[in-house]
T-cell receptor, first 120, second 111 residues
Framework: DAGVIQSPRHEVTEMGQEVTLRCKPISGHNSLFWYRQTMMRGLELLIYFNNNVPIDDSGMPEDRFSAKMPNASFSTLKIQPSEPRDSAVYFC??????????????????FGAGTRLSVL | LAKTTQPISMDSYEGQEVNITCSHNNIATNDYITWYQQFPSQGPRFIIQGYKTKVTNEVASLFIPADRKSSTLSLPRVSLSDTAVYYCLVGDQTGFQKLVFGTGTRLLVSP
């Protein structure tokens, strides 16, 4: 299994530009998560999807951020317009949620390698 | 969600056993305790999970006392490659898998 695949690995852009980060979850996983990591705030959950449906987007910083999951094998996180304070490492993670294992092993998420975003 | 508290950093030498303790006083009955490891420039990686007593796998052991208000991750005979940040999480077992990562413990293993 290739694991969670994120692209690009690095992104450098100028303030005001649109940025799109991409994620391919592990095949068969039902849940997908977007995180942001900075030195100041640590690892923050931005949004998560279950069966392609956004369940909780309370961590999305503001309207400039949006996320979509058009199908089970692809998700995007878009920032428009980007600002220097958006500079961070963005991680995507996926998780299997087998209903028959209710209460067991529900906290295991598989993370991608991340996208390091620099907004100048 | 139960809040967790763990040391900000720890230092060790190669070959030593390292124990990282996490406090989670408000853990709920159905919560599991999960530990992740994060190397520089990588995403977090699941290493171990438990509910009570002791759990052991090829990477680490997890000790959980009867009251479950704390847990200890034990890394036997650490090597330089164990230098990483270790996160203790107490999961919300109701509904979906929303995890809250705290600041973690930065472990530095020296020769």
């Amino acid at each position: 299994d290739a694991g969670v695949i994120q692209s690009p690995r690095h992104e450098v852009t100028e303030m005001g530009q649109e940025v799109t980060l991409r994620c391919k979850p592990i095949s068969g996983h039902n849940s997908l998560f977007w995180y942001r990591q900075t030195m100041m705030r640590g690892l923050e959950l931005l949004i998560y999807f279950n069966n392609n449906v956004p369940i909780d987007d309370s961590g999305m910083p503001e309207d400039r951020f949006s996320a979509k999951m058009p199908n089970a094998s692809f998700s995007t996180l878009k920032i428009q317009p980007s600002e220097p304070r958006d500079s961070a490492v963005y991680f995507c993670a996926s998780s299997p949620v087998p209903p028959e294992l209710a209460g067991e092993r529900k906290n295991i998420q598989y993370f991608g390698a991340g996208t390091r975003l620099s907004v100048l | 969600l139960a809040k967790t508290t763990q040391p900000i950093s720890m230092d060790s030498y190669e070959g030593q056993e390292v124990n990282i303790t996490c406090s989670h006083n408000n853990i709920a009955t159905n919560d599991y305790i999960t530990w992740y490891q994060q190397f520089p420039s990588q995403g977090p990686r699941f290493i171990i999970q438990g509910y009570k007593t002791k759990v052991t796998n090829e990477v680490a052991s997890l000790f959980i006392p009867a009251d479950r208000k704390s847990s200890t991750l034990s890394l036997p005979r650490v090597s330089l490659s164990d230098t990483a940040v270790y996160y203790c999480l107490v999961g919300d077992q109701t509904g979906f898998q929303k995890l809250v990562f705290g600041t973690g413990t930065r472990l530095l293993v020296s020769p």
